[in-house]
């Protein structure tokens, strides 16, 4: 494909999945809202936003990772590109590692008092905490895979992900609209499943496709 063609389709592609995942997101929120009420909908945005403070590193890093490894591949070098990989893997991991045991120390003291919850949903928000904490890490030690998806130009493939990802949240609200279960604590799980899932896309994908220029992570 020539790659005037190539850029076309990767900004059709994009624009797209971003009017997709608007409008399925808009309705998924209301769908969740009317499902959760507004308090647990409140507890939960109140403790994303604690992990999302952090979230920012996972973007600034990501565009570092491949900026580098596109580098890297425009040589023609495998192993330089391989070396590269595996830095930023061990970097992400590494990063990943101090924020999550730093939000889980945080963890010990956000819910005596710090944040107004509810008390007797405090268990359950805590619970909720630490299930975020745990998606941050795998979010983070995920980026040098969807690096280099991207800088390979897969574009197409990672727009189906993030249609994918706004799909399956779409189900979760009507799951969570359905079930007689703690709906709080089931709706936290049930996002992490969607991290999960997004992980192993970019992982498996990126272990068939480029397995080769990902030698370096020993």
Known sequence: MQTANRVALNTVVQYIQLVLNVLIGLYSVRVILNALGASDYGIYDL?????ALLSFISTSLSQTSMRFISVSLGEGDNKKTGRTFGVCFWLHFYIAVLLAL????LGFFLFDGFLNIPSERIEIARILYYIMVIGLF???????FS???AAHEKFVYISCVQILDS??????A?????TSWDKLLLYGVLMLGIIIINVLCYVFFSILKYR????SIQ
């Open 212 to 215: 080769e220029k990902m030698s």
């Open 167 to 172: 799909l399956c949240k779409l189900g979760i």
């Open 102 to 105: 730093s939000l889980f120390v």
């Open 47 to 51: 403790i994303a936003g604690i992990v």
């Open 174 to 178: 009507f799951i969570i609209a359905a």
């Open 138 to 144: 795998l979010n983070i030690t995920v980026t040098p």
């Open 147 to 149: 690096a280099m998806i």
